[in-house]
């Protein structure tokens, strides 16, 4: 990953990015996508990058789908140039969830990336277990106990990770980024300097989750927490976030 202190971007060719390590959330001017911790920020406009979307590469490659190429856009194809007009609307492959900024699009399949979802391994290994990116599943997702995710529009399911163990784990991506979502909705309270207080910060799980006791639930839990961890601080565009600077407590739906 680049480390470049100061940058120039030719999304804002007015001034400077400087890279800035604020641990509070952000909305990336770039993909129009949350962010956390790490970025690059003009303060003078108010102006903030995801490192991937400061860093992006002019072409790249996903392992998930082979032998296609994506081209980066500072905005989706199409001749609408309205991000919100909802006939134009495209979705990001990986999440799911609508393209309104900077994109990866592949022209020949149609396909289109968040410049973070592209960051999302093919494989996964947590708490010892192997997880897989799959397109089509035949479990449901231990979150929202459907196999195709809630909210999703038809043919853009997006990514699921699902586990190579007999218990056959299964995440959607998308249920992931709600849950990150929810995060940033009710994140706790905010102390003087705008900081968010990660400390009061509470993810409802479903009461199913809780429900497996002895050893085995909580390897189970540990699994889910690394795991919205790891997938976290990606879509978030700072993988280097820790699990205590997110999720401290995982608390059962009421």
Known sequence: MKTSTKITHISHPQHPLKLKNHQKP????????QGFGSRYRCELCNYDLHTDCAFAHSTTSHEFFKSCTFKFLLQRPGKC????CKECMRYCDACGKPIHGFVYHCKSKGWDLHP???????ELEIEGVQFRLCGKVSSKCIWCKQR???GTVKGIRGWSYVSKCEK????H???AAEMVNQVWKNGGNKGSDERLSIGTVKLPLP?????SGGSGG?????????????IAGILLGDPTITLTSIFVELACKD
């Open 116 to 122: 973070c979802c592209r960051n999302l391994a093919n």
């Open 207 to 211: 009461v199913s989750l809780n429900r």
């Open 148 to 150: 195709n995710p809630v």
């Open 81 to 84: 140039s309205n991000s919100h």
């Open 173 to 175: 991506v998308y249920c």
């Open 26 to 33: 952000y909305n990336c001017d770039g993909c129009k996508e």
């Open 168 to 171: 056959n784990y299964c995440f």
């Open 218 to 230: 909580n390897s189970f839990m540990r699994i889910v927490k690394v795991f919205l961890k790891t």
